[in-house]
């Protein structure tokens, strides 16, 4: 099986749609977003859109919450920076981000063992916490254990990473970050998802083969970061895409 995994468009159309086209042209069987769909650029009502079309499995992100309380009024609509983004949202869209759930679980049966995937946006403990590359063994194992997660993926920090440990009981965990559509942070400026590929295996302790790939993809940097340029959003914006930090 092979799932694509995808997180943190901030509004990025150009971004966005490069990641579907090439995600189209891959043998994929089920597709998930792990939220941050607006934010820091122009387009979140067409992401919005092509979410629901596609009818794309999805849960918050931090900034998707940050609609909830926003009274949009002609001078709000002025105020330049971040919350200006949030605003350009419609009613609709709005109500769409305030019902996504904050994890999905996903509870595969392989070779009679179960494999459990918990997908959340920046921990199972709370939407705004990062869980990197490096964060605590151990502390890592606890938020895994709590949730009976085998594999937990992650978005949040917009740094692609793939991590395994052993548990006490000598099981191996997986965490993956999925990395960043349409804001990347890892100093490379083209986007990323992941592909999570499972396979039988009787030998391994959950009785499944992982495998991730990280895909990276060109799109029109200069499209996206001309359209910050045009808006109130201040040009700093602009210059995290070409920087990618």
């Given at each position: 099986m092979r799932i694509a995994i995808f997180s943190d468009i901030h509004a990025n159309l150009p971004a966005f749609e490069e990641m579907l086209a090439d995600m189209d042209s891959r043998p994929v069987d089920a597709v998930y977003c792990l939220g941050d769909l607006v934010g820091y650029n122009v387009w979140p009502n067409h992401i919005i859109a092509e979410m629901q079309r596609r009818k794309i499995p999805c849960i918050a992100g931090n900034h998707d919450v940050k609609v909830d309380g926003l009274v949009t009024t002609d001078e709000s609509l002025k105020?330049?920076?971040?919350?200006?983004?949030?605003?350009?949202?419609?009613?609709?869209?709005?109500?769409?981000?305030?019902?996504?759930?904050?994890?999905?679980?996903?509870e595969h049966n392989i070779n009679a063992k179960p494999l459990n995937i918990v997908l959340a946006h920046g921990s199972t403990r709370s939407i705004d916490e990062y869980v990197l590359?490096?964060?605590?063994?151990?502390?890592?194992?606890?938020?895994?254990?709590?949730?009976?997660?085998d594999v937990l993926c992650v978005g949040h920090s917009h740094k692609p990473y793939y991590r395994a440990i052993i548990d006490e009981h000598g099981n191996k965990k997986?965490?993956?970050?999925?990395?960043?559509?349409?804001k990347p942070k890892d100093g490379n400026p083209k986007g990323c998802y992941a592909l999570l590929?499972?396979?039988?295996?009787?030998?391994?302790?959950?009785?499944a083969l992982l495998a991730v790939e990280f895909i990276r993809f060109d799109?029109?940097?200069a499209k996206a970061a001309r359209a910050i340029e045009d808006s109130p959003l201040p040009n700093e914006f602009a210059e995290m895409l070409w920087q990618a930090k």
């Open positions: 105020e330049p920076g971040k919350k200006y983004a949030y605003h350009l949202i419609d009613e609709p869209g709005r109500k769409y981000l305030l019902t996504l759930p904050r994890h999905i679980r996903l590359a490096d964060t605590d063994e151990a502390y890592v194992l606890e938020l895994m254990a709590e949730a009976n997660a997986h965490i993956i970050n999925t990395g960043s559509v349409g590929i499972i396979e039988p295996n009787a030998s391994s302790g959950n009785g799109y029109d940097i």
